[in-house]
């Protein structure tokens, strides 16, 4: 890592403090908390109520008896296996069958049980007539549930996380790929991804990026116990490379529109994607070209597309939204798929090993969307995609197109943006540079608060 004299940063040092307290505005837009509930830390031994004689409250360790006046009380704790069921895991432990109909009853009110998956942690607290007074089912970290008795039946509710949230700064230089070099700074997969995307539509992260490129990013980060159990929203980022240097911010506005923005102002967000895959595809084999030697044929003739190389199955996703005016076989092009975009822009997507779900003609496809999957159709020496763009009827190089952005920042907010990009990008080196002996260079603040994050957001408890 290249380290840096604070000294350097002297000058951005005057508006950290405006930094910091827009970052704090930042994280303060989290949901709070929701009417609180008794709950139970998976660290700790599980407590529970017995409503139905006192409000004395007791600890379990699992797989144990527990005598609280005159009843007597077992918890069992156990995790999903592969094909099995929360009714069968439960009937397995002696639990009457009466209680787990109930339970289930009532637990699918807030949870699909066709969403249990191996590995998945129940705890239930059972009477001496083995039936369940008080049921946790836990998903990871975020996803708690619990189902309790309240005299003659059950409650359930989601469980609220503590959790602590910090602002961290990372900043790396790219030896193989960004992804590689985001691992080695630290980053998850979540953020990585979250990253790329926001630079979809200007930086192709497996053509334009080049040895020593940097990267740089201040996002939220929140915590459990020590652990990092999520990430937030990317608040400000940067790729300095040789193809591409591009400064992406989040800015919200008065009324509730958010987006990602350069520092004049101008969305990052574009009608087309630069490239038709999000991720995994390895290099570009045939460019745009009026005289290639074909590799079958052995004739020069145009090759009017990109040829993307990549393992076969690899998804490929519509870089604009469209109709599908083609969805079949097509010649050498083998299984293939042409979409109409409006504004005389035709793209097409050639060899897939089988289209997307959805994909037929006429059928309206969303940017991003799945419509294919790489393959070997057609007349191909291995799995790749033939991708081509077609402007007015001609064909145009689409690694060169220059394509319309999204709407800027509206000029009555414009002041209040340039002082939020001023501020958040002073952070960005503010923080980086306040620990320059840290390999990589990361920075944590102090924790600022303590937090509550609603475990699951309320669409996932559809069924």
């Given at each position: 890592m ?5 000294s350097?940063?002297i000058?951005?040092?005057?508006i ?9 505005r930042?994280?303060d ?11 139970h830390?998976?660290?700790?031994a599980t ?11 007791f600890s379990l360790?699992?797989?144990t008896?527990?005598v609280?006046g005159?009843?007597?009380?077992t918890?069992?704790?156990?995790t999903v ?6 009714y069968y895991?439960?009937?397995d432990?002696g639990?009457d069958?009466?209680?787990?109909h ?13 969403r249990?998956?191996p590995?998945?942690?129940?705890t239930?607290?059972c009477d001496?007539l083995?039936s ?8 990871g970290d975020?996803?708690i ?7 003659d039946?059950?409650?359930s509710?989601?469980?609220?996380i503590e ?5 961290r700064a990372v ?5 193989t790929s960004?992804y590689?070099?985001m691992?080695d700074c ?11 995307d926001?630079f ?6 497996y053509v334009d ?9 201040l996002?939220e980060?929140?915590?459990l ?6 990430y937030g ?7 300095l490379?040789?193809?591409a ?17 350069d520092r004049a102002?101008?969305?990052l ?9 999000k ?14 030697l074909?590799?079958?044929r052995?004739?020069r003739?145009p090759?009017?597309?990109?040829d ?12 604009a939204?469209?109709?599908v005016e ?9 299984k ?9 822009i035709?793209?097409t997507?050639g060899h ?7 994909v ?5 496809v969303?940017?991003?969307?799945v419509?294919g999957?790489v393959g070997?159709?057609?007349?191909a ?11 007015n ?13 999204a709407a800027p920042?509206k000029?009555?907010?414009m002041d209040?943006?340039h002082?939020m990009?001023?501020?958040l990008?002073a ?12 390999s ?7 924790p ?6 609603s475990?699951?957001?309320?669409s996932s408890?559809?069924?």
């Amino acid at each position: 890592m290249i380290k840096r004299k604070f000294s350097q940063f002297i000058p951005v040092a005057v508006i950290s403090g405006i930094a910091i307290f827009l970052i704090l505005r930042f994280l303060d837009n989290y949901p709070q908390k929701a009417p609180s509930h008794e709950t139970h830390s998976p660290q700790e031994a599980t407590e529970f109520r017995d409503t139905t004689s006192s409000d004395e409250y007791f600890s379990l360790n699992d797989s144990t008896v527990s005598v609280v006046g005159e009843f007597e009380y077992t918890t069992i704790c156990d995790t999903v296996k592969k094909g099995e069921s929360i009714y069968y895991l439960l009937l397995d432990h002696g639990i009457d069958n009466n209680s787990i109909h109930e339970l289930v009853s009532e637990f699918d009110k807030i949870f699909n049980v066709k969403r249990s998956f191996p590995g998945d942690i129940c705890t239930a607290i059972c009477d001496s007539l083995n039936s369940i007074r008080w049921f946790e089912y836990r998903r990871g970290d975020r996803e708690i549930y619990v189902v309790e008795r309240k005299g003659d039946s059950f409650t359930s509710y989601r469980k609220e996380i503590e959790c602590i949230r910090v602002a961290r700064a990372v900043e790396g230089e790219i030896k193989t790929s960004l992804y590689e070099a985001m691992v080695d700074c630290g980053l998850g997969g979540e953020i990585i991804f979250a990253y790329a995307d926001i630079f979809a539509w200007d930086v192709d992260f497996y053509v334009d990026v080049r040895v020593n490129d940097r990267f740089r990013l201040l996002f939220e980060e929140c915590s459990l116990d020590g652990r990092v159990i999520e990430y937030g929203r990317i608040l400000a980022a940067e790729y300095l490379g040789e193809e591409a240097n591009v400064t992406a911010v989040l800015f919200e506005d008065s009324t509730g529109h958010g987006d990602y923005y350069d520092r004049a102002g101008q969305s990052l967000r574009k009608t087309f994607l630069k490239s038709p895959f999000k991720y995994g595809y390895k290099r570009i084999s045939s460019g745009f070209s009026w005289s290639r030697l074909h590799p079958i044929r052995k004739v020069r003739r145009p090759h009017l597309g990109i040829d993307y190389v990549a393992p076969s199955g690899t998804p490929v996703i519509a870089i604009a939204e469209g109709i599908v005016e083609f969805a079949g076989r097509e010649g050498g092009f083998g299984k293939y798929v042409k979409i109409k975009h409006g504004g005389g822009i035709h793209t097409t997507y050639g060899h897939l090993s089988r289209y997307g779900r959805g994909v037929r003609k006429g059928a309206r496809v969303k940017q991003g969307q799945v419509i294919g999957y790489v393959g070997a159709t057609g007349l191909a020496t291995g799995p790749h995609l033939d991708y081509r763009f077609i402007k007015n009827g001609r064909y145009v190089n689409p690694l060169r197109v220059k394509v319309p952005a999204a709407a800027p920042v509206k000029e009555a907010f414009m002041d209040e943006f340039h002082l939020m990009a001023q501020g958040l990008t002073a952070a960005l080196d503010f923080l980086l540079a306040s620990d320059v002996e840290s390999s990589p260079d990361t920075v944590l603040f102090e924790p600022m608060e303590e937090v509550t994050v609603s475990s699951i957001p309320e669409s996932s408890h559809s069924k």
